[in-house]
């Protein structure tokens, strides 16, 4: 299982301008396994952060490390890298090419140099953890619909069998039965292989349903670094910089005022059921 961990990593857009953006400000986090949630406003940090895990940016200060090693410790090495962490960007149907299914989730596992038998088993494997059909490999990836599209471009980075996988909205503009397909084959895939899973998303339902814990960005920053449920119960805290909380949570903070207390650290609507019933066999 991987440990994903940034040391004091700053990093500013446009340096040698009148008006620079700084990115990040000394951030600093340890991941080890699991689904992290990493959510904050526009302009928080978030996507810039992902791709400094990434290798796709280079931090200006600190140092990004993928188990206890510094992924820019041999920068002509950075192409392993990328390999070994997986990075899914929003909408990545965009980024589809090839003339079958099958050639476009092979393209990774074939410039990692792997032979026919092993890329026909990690397409095979990787389009069947997404959710697609056996016959759906031999056609043309633009005559799928577009939940397909995002199957498949989630496929092309499994199939790579990335110690670290980093999705970037990975359920944006798909139905609810599309969302609940892609996140829970997201959440079956790190389960059984221990990759280590980070989600950037602005639906609070989603982060609660899937994560184990969620890092907030705000300003540059690290906020806050915590169980899902120790950060659902600070709504104020999430408010003021601009982020929601699920509507289960919000529900708990009603009955609350209200004289039903079944706590703040409410996230999913089964764990409120749970503690309702609680409530009603204490009375």
């Known amino acids: 299982m991987a440990v994903v961990e940034l040391r004091n990593v700053s990093y500013t857009y446009n340096k040698s301008m009148k008006n620079p953006t700084k990115a990040l400000d000394d951030v600093s986090f340890r991941i080890e396994g699991g689904i992290t949630g990493l ?46 962490v997986g990075l899914v960007m929003q909408y ?22 792997l032979d026919k038998d092993e890329i026909k088993r990690r397409v095979e494997e990787s389009a069947a953890f997404a959710g697609l059909e056996p016959e759906i490999l031999d056609k043309s990836p633009f005559d799928l619909s577009g939940g397909q599209k995002r199957r498949v471009a989630l496929s092309g980075v499994l199939a790579m069998d990335p110690e670290v996988l ?26 059984e292989k221990g990759t280590c899973v980070i989600i950037v998303s602005h639906s609070m339902e989603d982060m609660a349903m899937y994560c184990d814990d969620i890092i907030v960005m705000a300003n540059a ?7 899902c449920a120790e950060v659902f119960s600070e709504a104020e805290l999430l408010s003021s910089v601009g982020l929601d909380v699920p509507q289960i949570t919000k529900i708990a903070r009603l009955m609350q005022q209200n004289g039903a207390d079944i706590g703040l650290d409410v996230y999913t609507v089964d764990y409120a059921v749970d503690k309702i019933l609680e409530l009603r066999r204490k009375q």
Do not use: C, Y
């Open 39 to 84: 959510i904050g406003h526009t302009g928080s940090g978030k996507s810039t952060l992902v791709q400094l895990l990434n290798g796709l940016l280079k931090p200006d200060t600190g140092t990004v490390l993928i188990d206890g090693k510094d992924i820019w410790q041999e920068p002509k090495k950075i192409r392993d890298v990328r390999f070994k």
């Open 92 to 113: 990545p149907e965009h980024q589809l090419f090839a003339d079958t299914v099958r050639e476009d989730i092979g393209f990774g596992p074939r410039n990692m140099g």
């Open 166 to 191: 980093i999705l970037d909205e990975p359920a944006a503009g798909l139905d609810p039965a599309g969302r609940r397909d892609i996140l829970g084959g997201i959440k079956k895939f790190s389960r």
């Open 221 to 227: 920053k690290i906020l806050m670094h915590r169980p």
